[in-house]
């Protein structure tokens, strides 16, 4: 799970080194969202450790722009979404990005220069999928495809599938775990104390 959120994260910010193949709406989305985040990361009146909290919520900004992350947690809940309240499913919406949000912060904070290529895209009128392959300093390389949908006319991330793995489908299976030996509220606890790191 680590390592599969930290491909997620670090990806985004390699897109902005990648040599576009395809040049669709959803992949000039993920572009411009790149674009802003390194914009942040060169500004010189946002870095250092004093500049860290003003930093990261322009970060947190900009991430969420892009991302749906009411979308994300809907489907990694899974058939558990639709028995919750829209209070729980609020909190549950909240806690599930604060955990994305936080843990992999520094990730971006730490980007060195690795590259993305863009291969292909794939889009229908609400859906798309843009594929990449990233590449690091050593020149190993991974698959990564963003998974993306509409909402209210603008593209919004809703997956990211890496060598194969849904970020969502990997989420689901550990939410399960968890649900299949406790309650919902033992879920919100754990996400409340980051406490997921524990149990993959």
């Given at each position: 799970?680590?390592?599969?959120?930290?491909?997620?994260?670090?990806?985004?910010?390699?897109?902005?080194?990648?040599?576009?193949?395809?040049?669709?709406?959803?992949?000039?989305?993920?572009?411009?969202?790149?674009?802003?985040?390194?914009?942040?990361?060169?500004?010189?009146?946002?870095?250092?450790?004093?500049?860290?909290?003003?930093?990261?919520?322009?970060?947190k900004?900009?991430?969420?722009?892009?991302?749906?992350?009411?979308?994300?947690?809907?489907?990694?809940?899974?058939?558990?979404?639709?028995?919750?309240?829209?209070?729980?499913?609020?909190e549950?919406v909240?806690?599930?990005?604060?955990?994305?949000?936080?843990?992999?912060?520094?990730?971006?904070?730490?980007?060195?220069?690795?590259?993305?290529?863009?291969?292909?895209?794939?889009?229908?009128?609400t859906?798309?999928?843009?594929?990449?392959?990233?590449?690091?300093?050593?020149?190993?390389?991974?698959?990564?495809?963003?998974?993306?949908h509409?909402?209210?006319?603008?593209w919004?991330?809703?997956?990211?599938?890496?060598?194969?793995?849904?970020?969502?489908?990997?989420?689901?299976?550990?939410?399960?775990?968890?649900?299949?030996?406790?309650?919902?509220?033992?879920?919100?606890?754990?996400?409340?104390?980051?406490?997921l790191?524990?149990?993959?």
């Open positions: 799970m680590a390592r599969t959120l930290s491909a997620v994260v670090l990806a985004i910010l390699l897109s902005t080194h990648a040599n576009f193949a395809v040049a669709g709406a959803p992949a000039d989305r993920v572009r411009e969202t790149v674009d802003k985040l390194l914009t942040i990361l060169k500004d010189p009146r946002l870095k250092g450790e004093s500049k860290k909290t003003e930093r990261r919520e322009k970060l900004e900009v991430i969420n722009q892009r991302f749906d992350f009411t979308e994300m947690a809907r489907r990694s809940l899974g058939p558990e979404w639709r028995r919750r309240s829209a209070e729980e499913q609020n549950f909240k806690l599930f990005a604060d955990l994305l949000e936080q843990a992999y912060l520094e990730k971006i904070e730490s980007y060195n220069g690795e590259k993305v290529r863009y291969l292909k895209e794939r889009e229908d009128n859906n798309a999928e843009v594929s990449t392959k990233v590449v690091d300093n050593r020149g190993q390389e991974f698959s990564l495809d963003y998974r993306l509409k909402v209210n006319g603008d919004k991330v809703y997956d990211v599938v890496i060598e194969d793995i849904s970020l969502v489908v990997n989420f689901r299976s550990q939410f399960n775990r968890i649900l299949a030996k406790g309650s919902f509220d033992d879920l919100l606890k754990q996400l409340r104390d980051k406490d790191k524990n149990r993959n």
